[in-house]
């Protein structure tokens, strides 16, 4: 079964030489489920020439600290060894893809290189720059989401409610399960000696004032394991224990989704055979499929997706009205930082992210809108919470973060709500009517033993 043709994009306009196929391997970190991993070997096949994989190591990936590299490592360490078990070499290159990429298509004579689609700024720069000088077939292959979002829609959409229809349109057309890797028959011409793992993160140095976490198991078998548990213990009462943050309601799948170790198309096609026509099942898929790749098409479309000047015009209008407003309180960066702030709620829901690596949904819209109210400008605390949220989330530098925060700071993907003081008319949350959704003292006393 062929990729269909509608994922992918071309990066420019040369054709395909006779040399390998590469995979350069980027936000999709797995094996199984791969869409840009299963083209490249489609090229490969009807070229007859052995195909490799590609990661390129970027130091301070966004400010990316240890906790993220440690996840994402051994993720990939899992990765090389299912693709030699294909017969798939992994190479592993040290610096800008604009550099290492490029002298290892020319030193192999590489006939052809699929990547995978990411909308980030940094991708696409680093892109743009191989495009102009790569000399053989570039193509993108959006294996992150299920619709591939430039079908899904051709603009920035308003929200959930004007996207949902047009995936739920396309959703039996792309919905599907996947073709087997095939053990690639054409080996790589000589042999590639296994990567050094250690020796990569001494030589990446990252800042490790933010410890690796505990409790969550990087690798597609962990993330698959998640998966699994997350089907028989948690699926069937989500709807209802998604936002309590004393219920273990949600699935705990986005660092997985995030680094690419676990496909959410497989996530769907799992839940669909459990749950299709349950409220829980609904309520998942909704966020699954319809807010994730909500994300991605606000950061394809929005160039300004992480500033003040993404956020619609009726919400920096009202934002705008509202800057000499007198703040209720005030705090710096590093005062958020370490969870100083007046709020024992906002504090302990800092102190679950720092800790945890992964603060709970529910209380990561409060956390953001309080940020607002207590910083002396809304640009002030969207770089706040962009800083905090990549620094300390495992999920972080992710479409769904710079969407989320700019959702509770800037009003995207919402509507205008009552005008109140500092945050105008910016939809508005408060610490009572936390209380009323869930324990808040429960939450706080629970935090309290991490
Ligand atoms: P579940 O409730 O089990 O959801 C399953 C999956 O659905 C998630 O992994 C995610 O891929 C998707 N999803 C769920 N809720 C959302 C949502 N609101 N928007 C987009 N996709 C969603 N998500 C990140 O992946 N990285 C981030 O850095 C991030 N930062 C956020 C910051 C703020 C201020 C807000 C309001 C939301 C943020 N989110 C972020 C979205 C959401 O909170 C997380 O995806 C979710 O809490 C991850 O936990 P889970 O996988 O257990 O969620
Ligand atoms: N992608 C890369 O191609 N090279 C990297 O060195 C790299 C580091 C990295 C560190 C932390 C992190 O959260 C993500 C990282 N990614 C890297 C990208 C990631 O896989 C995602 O593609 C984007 O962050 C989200 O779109």
Known sequence: ????????????????????????????????GNWALLRAQERALERQTPLAVVFTLAPEFMGAPH?????????????????RAAGISFHLLFGPPDKTLLDFAARHKAGAVVTDFDPLRLKRSWKKKIALQLPVLFEEVDAHNIVPAWVASPKQEYGAYTLRPKLHK?????????????????PWTKTVEAVNWDVVMDRLQPDKSVAPVRGMDPGESAGAKTLGLFIKNRLSSYADTRNDPLEEGQSDLS??????????????????????DTPSGQTFLEELIVRRE????????????????????????SLNAHRQDKRPFLYQRAEFEKAATHDPLWNAAQTEMVKRGKMHGYLRMYWAKKILEWSPTPEEAQSTAIYLNDRYELDGRDPNG?????????????????????????????????????????????????
């Open 1 to 32: 079964m062929k990729v269909d043709p509608r994922r992918v994009r071309s990066l420019s306009s040369r054709g395909p030489g006779s040399g390998p196929v590469l995979y350069w391997m980027s936000r999709d970190q797995r094996v199984a």
């Open 67 to 83: 906790r993220a590299y440690d996840f994402m490592l051994k993720g990939l360490a899992q990765v090389e060894g299912r693709l």
């Open 170 to 186: 396309l959703l039996p057309d792309f919905l599907t399960d996947f073709p087997a890797l095939v053990r690639h028959p054409f």
């Open 255 to 276: 660092p997985y989704l995030h680094f690419g170790q676990v496909s959410a198309q497989k996530v769907a096609l799992s839940v669909r055979r459990h749950a299709w």
């Open 294 to 317: 909500l994300s991605d098409n606000y950061c394809l479309y929005n160039p300004g997706y992480d500033s003040f000047d993404g956020f619609p015009a009726w919400a920096q209008k």
């Open 402 to 450: 710079y969407a989320g925060i700019a959702w509770s700071l800037g009003g995207v993907h919402d509507r205008p709500w009552f005008n109140r003081p500092v945050i105008g008319s910016i939809r508005w949350m408060t610490a009572n009517g936390c209380k009323s959704k869930f324990d808040t003292d429960g939450y706080i006393r629970r935090v309290k033993t991490l």
